[in-house]
């Protein structure tokens, strides 16, 4: 069973265009949270939920808007998306906001955005 | 400059030690941990380390930690072609999420 599932997997579209990024945890964590790695592998924080409640937002676009229906899921929504979009998504849970050792982040296998 | 800093790529062959270096700027840092990615996956936490300690060992993972100098190193003993992966050194206050290196490809030949 896959406990931090993301769909889709492999997102190409072309700028301009509006997409989104489903989440899903089956591990009963209170905090959730977008990654986003771009092509250096560099990880930089986006959002964090806590309860379906934002805790973190950090420098990103207005284009990106998170929506956390419930505590077990965090979609990502991006409008008009630009070139500079392209990354990996990462979508990640823990048990504890700032996932401390006793509750480390579990992460989801990404989403490879490419904008044309 | 950057918030957590690490070397970029290591090459190593297949049964030496690799040591993998970070260095962090947040002194009041509670923990600091090791993440590791395989390719096509998320990252996975490796091992961890608190603040107060020098050092950790987990079976072939070594943990160390200097405090004073804000350097936090990683050791594989005996690395394993199944090793190589990229390697993230992170930190974070209480609270916080988690601040990633931009992390270390390790490539282990055989």
């Known amino acids: 069973d896959t406990a931090v599932s993301q769909t889709p997997k492999y997102l190409v579209t072309q700028m301009g265009n509006d997409k989104s990024i489903k989440c899903e945890q089956n591990l009963g964590h209170d905090t959730m949270y977008w990654y986003k790695q771009d092509s250096k592998k560099f990880l930089k924080i986006m959002f964090s939920y806590n309860n379906k409640e934002l805790i973190i937002n950090e420098t990103v676009p207005n284009r990106f808007s998170p929506k956390s229906p419930d505590k077990a899921h965090l979609n990502l929504h991006i409008n008009s998306l630009e070139l500079g979009d392209s990354a990996v998504y990462f979508c990640a849970s823990s048990i504890e906001q700032g996932a401390p050792y006793n509750s480390p982040l579990h992460f989801g296998n990404g989403t490879r955005l490419t904008v044309t | 400059g950057e918030d957590v800093e690490q070397s970029l790529f290591l090459s190593v062959r297949e049964g030496d030690s690799s040591v993998i270096n970070c260095t962090y700027t947040d002194s009041s840092s509670t923990y600091l941990y090791w993440y590791k990615q395989e390719p096509g996956a998320g990252l996975q936490l490796l091992t961890y380390?608190?603040?107060?300690?020098d050092m950790k060992q987990d079976q072939r993972l070594t943990v160390l930690l200097n405090k004073k100098d804000k350097h936090l190193s990683l050791r594989i003993a005996d690395t394993q072609t199944g090793d190589s992966a990229i390697y993230f050194c992170a930190h974070n206050q209480a609270g916080t999420a988690l601040i990633f290196g931009k992390g270390t490809t390790l490539s282990v030949s055989s």
């Open positions: 380390i608190f603040s107060n300690m």
